[in-house]
């Protein structure tokens, strides 16, 4: 399944599956802006607490966008907060 940037953004979330304890499942990020110091920045959040920060990693690399959960932020590799204002 190829995944567009653009087209989650419009949308406003995206349906991925995610490793949990060994087990795919289907969990729904939404996309939440947020003011940083850098301007504001676009990231694909989840209420889900058990995605290892792999998982996450890997999402954020797929995806290429930043993903967040309430126990970590994941940026994909050799990007910042910096590289995401104005998406």
Known sequence: MVV???EILKKGFVDLK?????MIQKHRFEVVKEETPHGVVPYLVTKEKDISMKELV?????IQLPVKSPLS??????????DFVGL
């Open 18 to 22: 995610v490793k949990i304890a060994g």
């Open 73 to 82: 932020v994941a940026f994909p590799p050799g990007k910042m907060p910096s």
């Open 58 to 62: 890997r999402i954020a690399e797929e």
């Open 4 to 6: 567009v940037r653009e």
